[in-house]
Structures are given as C-alpha cells and as structure tokens.
C-alpha cells in the first residue's frame, strides 16, 4: 500500500481491511491494561517482574505448543499456555517473597527454572513451533476475531481485579511497611498484584511480544511519572500514550514492510527521551514520591482486621 498523505483517505484505506480493525480494537484493549498496571509494576519497582512474567509465560507456552501435539489438545493453545505459566510463577514468586522491594533473587531463581523446562518443551516437539516462537516478538496483525474477543474478556477481568484492589494496592505500593503496620493483607495484595500483571503481561505479547514487553508495560508509565505526580493523572498519561504510540505504530506498520512493535517501541522510546530531556521537573523523584503518599488518604479504619 502507498502512502498519500492524505490522512484521512489513508486511515479509511486502512480500515477497509478487517485484519487492521482486529488489530486495532485489540491494540486498544492492550495499550489500556498496559497503560493501569504500568503505573503499580513501576511504583512497586517491579520491573524485572514484568520481564520475568514474559519469559516465563515462554515456557508455558512452549509447554502448552508441546503437549497440544503430544496428547491431541487442539484447544491448548499458545497463548493459554503462556496465561497458566505466568499466572504459577507470579504465584510461586510471590510465596517466597512477601515484600516486594525483596523479589529480585527469586524472581531469578524462578526464571532460570521456566527457562529450563521451556527449553525442554522446545526440543521435545517435532514440529515447527510458529505459533509459540511468534509470541516472542508479537504478531499483531495476524489476530482474528476470536483473539478479540479472548482480549475483551481479559481486560476486563484486569481493570475489574484493579478497581477491587485500587485503593489498598495503592497504599501498599507506597509504604508496604506502614500498610502491614496499619493491618493490611499485604502478601494477599502482593499475589493478586503478580496475577494481575501475569494476566496482562499474557495479552500484551500480542502486540509488543515477550522480548518486546517493556516498551507498553513500563514506558509510558514511566514517562508519565515524570510528568504528574497525582496517581490518577499519571495513570491516564499512560494510557493515553500507550494508546497514542499503539494507534500510530499500527497506522504506519500497513504502510511500511516492518513489524508493527518496531514501530510501538520505538515511538515511545522517542517520547521518553523527549521527555526526560525537555521537561524540567520541579521536583526530584524522592519528593514526587512523597506527594503521591500525601495525596493517598487512607483511613486505617477501612483497613483494620
């Protein structure tokens, strides 16, 4: 397809081909669950998490792509493959590790084994293994209807499970010390945290794939974090960015013979950068901090056992 630089002709060009709505309205359900956890995985410094959860879903899916062959599973999918896989290590990591600033060791110690058993998985199958090597780098374009409606089902499970824990998840995530003191279940907070990003981390491969995961689900948000300190407003720049940077690199991808997450990564890496290089913060980033812990108001009596 050539380009006209006539927007408006281009994006009804564009949208004349369903493969292009699938992806869009899927790209826009992604970029929103990224854009909500983004902002708890980078206020709980749980990034490596994130990138864990993407590499061990892998090995979930590889495992899923494995025994789909060897036990006659149709229905087992790549993708289930990788929801079950994340979903057991954030639980396995969370059980080790109550507090989240003390993850790191074991979040390495569970990623090395997923690798393990999906290396296992990868060289017990026969086949070709294109639906599970292509969750590495996403395939965004090629999603059909039913993946759609797969992602509507999972978006709404995720911004339904943050809407039940926004508030305590929130305080935990700023003072994880103070919530336990104020009697707070903070490892159960701690576990739906990991599931929730495990779940979104499952639908967000879609799009960026797992190498490619950071680019959605902690860019914009902390980008956003440089530009609000109000947990609200920075929640909705991220979204916004990440849905900006989502429609943009899938516009431009119909056009040009490159993948669309090229595009996505490196559109919200610029705006980083921008950002981080034109805006002058007022502020240093141990007092943006503590505005977000001034501007939390939690009462103990909603938390008290």
Known sequence: MAFSWNILADFQQMWSFQFMQHAFEAGTMVALIAGVMGYFVVLRRSTFVAHAFSEIGFAGASGAVYLSQALGLPWLTATYGMLLGSSLGGTT????????????????IVLAFALGIGLLFLSLYTGYATEA???LFGEILGIAWSDVVRTL????????????VYRPLLFASLDEEVA???GLPTMLIGVAFLLLVAVA????????????????????AATAQHLASKPSRVIGMSVALALAVTWVGLFV????????????????????????????RIKAPGEHR???????????KDYSS
Request: hydrophobic share 55%; glycine share 4%; aromatic share 12%.
């Open 290 to 300: 503590k505005d977000w812990k001034d501007r939390v108001l939690i009462s103990s």
């Open 180 to 182: 336990e003191a104020k």
């Open 201 to 220: 981390v499952s639908v967000a491969v879609q799009v960026t794939g797992v190498l490619l995961i950071f680019s959605l689900m902690v860019t914009p």
């Open 153 to 164: 089902l999972f978006t709404l499970v995720i911004l339904g499970g943050v809407a039940l």
């Open 133 to 135: 090597i292509s969750l």
């Open 253 to 280: 991808s119909f056009y040009e013979p490159y993948p669309a997450s090229f595009f996505i990564t490196t559109l919200v890496f610029m705006v980083y950068v921008l950002v981080r290089v034109f805006h002058r």
């Open 93 to 108: 990591i969370a059980m080790l590790s109550r507090r989240s600033s003390h993850r790191d060791v074991y979040v390495g």
